[in-house]
């Protein structure tokens, strides 16, 4: 009898609502049940046998939800307030390349678990595109995102947001911790153990978010985030506490190693020395080798061994590369000379994209992930030393934007430097514009290319952490995706500054026609000698025709000629003829007049690249063309011409243009 009312009392206080119980738990030494509660899993998320709470597996495309089994009363019933609570979890992100994943983990306090209807990809198998934001999700998360989404406004492809009801985050910042005074960046797909403090204060209405690597023991003193906000309006009374994760286009493992959660106090701290161990990398193909090996012992085994270091030896000589020491800190962005060779085909014709100034352009299909690529095989010569050009190189490829082109990494091997993009099926827009080509684009398709190209301008000149200088802004470096999306790529010449500091190029590079008259006479180039350019590309993807026609009798310069149209009141003449009457006449007339207007010979006259947009998107409108505009290409033109047959010797503009052109056009 007295076991039976002891069990019936040990029920009734189960019953109790958290409100009055303070919900408290701890998954300290693993989530396979010895901690407490199963947890609630779905997708494929997983607890492995180690108990490490596996929410992706090396997968694309894929998500994983876990949850804590049992609801959480998150409010008081007398008041709807909601309660104060923390949290403390730690996690790991693994994936094939270390600058490269997809798509991030995020804790979440949810009304149901697993999140029905939810996407993967970059809605985080959160929201979908319906909910994305709509107050009745009732939703609240704190999302590790590790790659960058415009239409969500993410700040960058490694950061830490404040989620309320959508993936627009209510508040973020660079994933990091502040060690004593000073900021320490964390990368989260690095594949080490970082440990997350989150923290509501329900009377405060404040919510804090901090985060160190495993190896902190203490919570550093000053958070990541912190905002000011009330959950109460956001949160039911009863909701479910868990983890959700998704993955992209990259093989990703997503890892929650231990899990802390306190409603109403501090959650318990996580002991390091007890969280279950991550898999070693190497373990899975020490175990392949052994189990493969033993049944090739004795006679088959000799005979394997003495042909393997034959063919060892061989294959070393062949795929031998430059590797120094300073070269190990970038890690999955160097590529093997081996797998490029491979992916190329042996870099044969049949997979020659074209040929540049600066070298050929070979399509491959990376053996590993399957990924469709275009490598770019250049001099090993250059302006700087190699670590300081390989530092940009690596500092470009975390560039994140739909209208560039994605910069993987690199490659060096005896005397060239190899450069590894992601595959454009389309190719580069220069072929879809002069010489008579077989297809050509129609009016729609090359304002929704120009719109592009001026956002990615915009993104390097003001958008990411640091300044970014193209240097060749041209038809033939904007390719062309599945979708004919123009994305602006061949950064061979691109320089970094920081925001607020002085560039200090000083060699003249780029393509003739191209070349601001400023940066002739100086060799300086700003974001002013971009705008340069791309006055120059809008006028050759309006027209047809490129910057300098040197086939007849005198050379033209087509922003003289646009500009003698609009001189005589009938600017729509210089289009592109093969537009036919398939064009809208106020878009048009309102790119080769931009085209001017960033054309002009003085720097401090011509637009940023945020006024640009603004043009182009009709938010503000164009000033009126004056006749100062059109005389930059012809100054640039005749500048550079005289510099360069001063050094070279005499000659005609034609010659001089051709002659230009093989040297410095780095175009397919």
């Given at each position: 009898?007295?076991?039976?009312?002891?069990?019936?009392?040990?029920l009734?206080?189960?019953?109790?609502?958290?409100?009055?119980q303070?919900?408290?738990?701890?998954?300290?030494?693993?989530?396979?049940?010895?901690?407490?509660?199963?947890?609630?899993l779905?997708?494929?998320?997983?607890?492995?046998?180690?108990?490490?709470?596996?929410?992706?597996?090396?997968?694309?495309?894929?998500?994983?939800?876990?949850?804590?089994?049992?609801?959480?009363?998150?409010?008081?019933?007398?008041?709807?307030?909601?309660?104060?609570?923390?949290?403390?979890?730690?996690?790991?992100?693994?994936s094939?390349?270390?600058?490269?994943?997809?798509?991030?983990?995020?804790?979440?306090?949810?009304?149901t678990?697993?999140?029905?209807?939810?996407?993967?990809?970059?809605?985080?198998?959160?929201?979908?595109?319906?909910?994305?934001?709509?107050?009745?999700?009732?939703?609240?998360?704190?999302?590790?995102?590790?790659l960058?989404?415009?239409?969500?406004?993410?700040?960058?492809?490694?950061?830490?947001?404040?989620?309320?009801?959508?993936?627009?985050?209510?508040?973020?910042?660079?994933?990091?911790?502040?060690?004593?005074?000073?900021?320490?960046?964390?990368s989260?797909?690095?594949?080490?153990?970082?440990?997350?403090?989150?923290?509501?204060d329900?009377?405060?209405?404040?919510?804090?978010?901090?985060?160190?690597?495993?190896?902190?023991?203490?919570?550093?003193?000053?958070?990541?985030?912190?905002?000011?906000?009330?959950?109460?309006?956001?949160?039911?009374?009863?909701?479910?506490?868990?983890?959700?994760?998704?993955?992209?286009?990259?093989?990703?493992?997503?890892?929650?190693?231990?899990?802390?959660?306190?409603?109403?106090?501090?959650?318990?701290?996580?002991?390091?020395s007890?969280?279950?161990?991550?898999?070693?990398?190497?373990?899975?193909?020490?175990?392949?080798?052994?189990?493969?090996?033993?049944?090739?012992?004795s006679?088959?085994?000799v005979?394997?061994?003495?042909?393997?270091?034959?063919?060892?030896?061989?294959?070393?000589?062949?795929?031998?590369?430059?590797?120094?020491?300073?070269e190990?800190?970038?890690?999955?962005?160097?590529?093997?000379?081996k797998?490029?060779?491979i992916?190329?085909?042996?870099?044969?014709?049949?997979?020659?994209?074209?040929?540049?100034?600066?070298?050929?352009?070979?399509?491959?299909?990376?053996?590993?992930?399957?990924?469709?690529?275009?490598?770019?095989?250049?001099?090993?010569?250059?302006?700087?030393?190699?670590?300081?050009?390989?530092?940009?190189?690596?500092?470009?490829?975390?560039?994140?934007?739909?209208?560039?082109?994605?910069?993987?990494?690199?490659?060096?091997?005896?005397?060239?430097?190899?450069?590894v993009?992601?595959?454009?099926?389309?190719?580069?827009?220069?072929?879809?514009?002069?010489?008579?080509?077989?297809?050509?684009?129609?009016?729609?398709?090359?304002?929704?290319?120009?719109?592009?190209v001026?956002?990615?301008?915009?993104?390097?000149?003001?958008?990411?952490?640091?300044?970014?200088?193209?240097?060749?802004?041209?038809?033939?470096?904007?390719?062309?995706?599945?979708?004919?999306?123009?994305?602006?790529?061949?950064?061979?010449?691109?320089?970094?500054?920081?925001?607020?500091?002085?560039?200090?190029?000083?060699?003249?590079?780029g393509?003739?026609?191209?070349?601001?008259?400023?940066?002739?006479?100086?060799?300086?180039?700003?974001?002013?000698?971009?705008?340069?350019?791309?006055?120059?590309?809008?006028?050759?993807?309006?027209?047809?025709k490129?910057?300098?026609?040197?086939?007849?009798?005198?050379?033209?310069?087509?922003?003289?000629?646009?500009?003698?149209?609009?001189?005589?009141?009938?600017?729509?003449?210089?289009?592109?003829?093969?537009?036919?009457?398939?064009?809208?006449?106020?878009?048009?007339?309102?790119?080769?007049?931009?085209?001017?207007?960033?054309?002009h010979?003085?720097?401090?006259?011509?637009?940023?690249?945020?006024?640009?947009?603004?043009?182009?998107?009709?938010?503000?409108?164009?000033?009126?063309?004056?006749s100062?505009?059109?005389?930059?290409?012809?100054?640039?033109?005749?500048?550079?011409?005289?510099?360069?047959?001063s050094?070279?010797?005499?000659?005609?503009?034609?010659?001089?243009?051709?002659?230009?052109?093989?040297?410095?056009?780095?175009?397919?």
């Amino acid at each position: 009898m007295f076991v039976k009312l002891y069990v019936l009392l040990v029920l009734l206080v189960s019953l109790v609502p958290a409100e009055a119980q303070d919900l408290n738990f701890i998954y300290n030494d693993g989530f396979n049940g010895r901690s407490g509660l199963n947890l609630s899993l779905d997708g494929i998320a997983e607890i492995t046998p180690k108990g490490l709470l596996k929410l992706t597996n090396d997968t694309k495309q894929k998500s994983g939800h876990a949850f804590y089994p049992n609801p959480v009363t998150f409010k008081n019933s007398e008041n709807d307030t909601a309660f104060s609570f923390s949290t403390i979890f730690a996690f790991a992100i693994r994936s094939e390349y270390t600058t490269l994943s997809g798509h991030g983990i995020a804790f979440v306090i949810a009304p149901t678990r697993g999140l029905p209807g939810a996407l993967g990809n970059q809605y985080l198998s959160l929201f979908n595109v319906s909910n994305n934001g709509n107050f009745t999700n009732h939703v609240f998360a704190v999302e590790l995102d590790t790659l960058q989404n415009p239409e969500f406004s993410d700040i960058n492809e490694n950061h830490v947001g404040i989620d309320i009801n959508g993936l627009r985050s209510v508040k973020a910042a660079p994933a990091g911790y502040f060690d004593s005074q000073y900021f320490k960046n964390l990368s989260l797909s690095s594949g080490k153990e970082m440990r997350v403090w989150v923290e509501y204060d329900g009377t405060k209405k404040q919510i804090e978010v901090t985060m160190a690597p495993i190896a902190v023991a203490t919570k550093p003193p000053t958070p990541l985030l912190s905002l000011k906000y009330d959950l109460s309006p956001i949160l039911n009374k009863v909701m479910y506490v868990g983890f959700s994760s998704s993955t992209g286009s990259f093989l990703t493992s997503h890892y929650v190693v231990g899990w802390s959660f306190r409603m109403n106090g501090q959650a318990q701290d996580l002991i390091a020395s007890k969280l279950p161990k991550l898999p070693s990398i190497a373990g899975k193909k020490r175990s392949m080798l052994f189990t493969f090996g033993v049944p090739l012992i004795s006679v088959s085994l000799v005979l394997l061994v003495v042909s393997g270091v034959l063919y060892v030896m061989r294959r070393k000589r062949k795929f031998s590369e430059v590797l120094e020491d300073w070269e190990l800190d970038y890690g999955p962005q160097r590529f093997k000379y081996k797998e490029l060779y491979i992916a190329t085909k042996g870099f044969r014709e049949k997979e020659l994209l074209g040929t540049g100034g600066f070298g050929k352009v070979y399509r491959g299909l990376l053996p590993s992930s399957k990924i469709e690529i275009a490598v770019k095989r250049v001099s090993h010569e250059s302006r700087q030393g190699m670590k300081e050009f390989v530092a940009e190189i690596v500092s470009i490829g975390r560039l994140r934007h739909r209208n560039l082109v994605q910069l993987l990494g690199y490659c060096r091997r005896k005397g060239e430097l190899l450069l590894v993009y992601d595959y454009m099926p389309n190719g580069s827009l220069d072929k879809y514009l002069f010489d008579q080509p077989e297809l050509t684009l129609n009016w729609s398709q090359r304002f929704k290319v120009i719109k592009g190209v001026a956002s990615g301008l915009l993104y390097l000149h003001e958008e990411w952490e640091q300044v970014v200088i193209h240097r060749d802004v041209k038809a033939s470096n904007v390719l062309l995706d599945g979708e004919f999306n123009g994305r602006l790529g061949d950064f061979g010449l691109a320089r970094l500054y920081d925001h607020g500091t002085d560039p200090q190029t000083t060699h003249i590079v780029g393509t003739l026609g191209y070349l601001a008259p400023e940066h002739t006479r100086t060799g300086r180039a700003t974001t002013r000698t971009d705008v340069f350019a791309f006055g120059a590309f809008l006028l050759e993807v309006a027209c047809g025709k490129r910057p300098i026609n040197t086939q007849g009798p005198e050379d033209v310069i087509l922003v003289d000629w646009v500009f003698s149209c609009w001189n005589r009141s009938n600017i729509l003449e210089a289009r592109d003829q093969s537009f036919g009457t398939d064009f809208v006449a106020e878009e048009v007339e309102l790119v080769l007049k931009l085209g001017l207007l960033c054309s002009h010979s003085e720097p401090a006259a011509r637009p940023s690249m945020r006024q640009v947009v603004q043009y182009l998107a009709g938010d503000v409108a164009l000033p009126e063309v004056t006749s100062g505009l059109a005389v930059g290409h012809r100054e640039a033109f005749d500048d550079y011409a005289m510099s360069y047959q001063s050094s070279f010797g005499k000659g005609s503009l034609q010659s001089t243009y051709i002659a230009e052109s093989a040297l410095l056009s780095g175009g397919r």
